[in-house]
């Protein structure tokens, strides 16, 4: 598990001063990121590999409302992985009042980026295989 702090800008607000429910999915990718290059398997070592992972499906729950100045907390964890596919867990906590704003997953898949077709991590990156497998919060893999 990871943590990754968001500070609410003004711009991610709509005229009720309540962020704009968009914004979650982009701070989502923001603590992806950062928890994937806190476990060394950044973008852009991936892609430097010649694979790359894009969003297959997105889900986000709302539950209390975000405003201008908030620090929001995104708790990210690795839910499942297969060897192709790995989802992306989120908890998203207003650090101030602890409340829980939202909470969410990505998954995401691998794709060689020559021929576009999907990889099955094990056989073609055994490494990045065990890493992500070393995350994983769901071990019966």
């Not at 852009?44 to 986000?60: A, H, Q, R």
């Not at 409302?65 to 992985?81: H, N, P, V």
């Not at 297969?82 to 794709?111: E, P, Q, S």
């Amino acid at each position: 598990m990871s943590k990754y702090i968001h500070k609410v800008q003004y711009y991610e607000t709509d005229r009720m001063g309540l962020v704009h429910h968009s914004n979650y999915i982009r701070w989502m990718e923001e603590a992806r990121i950062d928890f994937l290059e806190s476990i060394n398997l950044g973008f852009d070592k991936l892609e430097n590999m010649g694979i790359t992972s894009p969003i297959l499906e997105v889900n986000c729950k709302y539950k209390s409302g975000s405003t201008f100045g908030d620090s929001i907390e995104i708790e990210t964890r690795i839910e499942k992985y297969n060897g192709i596919k790995v989802t992306i867990g989120y908890i998203m906590k207003n650090v101030k009042t602890k409340d829980i704003v939202a909470t969410g997953d990505t998954t995401l898949c691998f794709i060689n980026m020559n021929n576009k077709k999907p990889i099955i991590l094990k056989k073609e990156n055994s490494l990045l295989d065990k890493k992500l497998r070393e995350f994983c919060d769901n071990k019966n893999i």
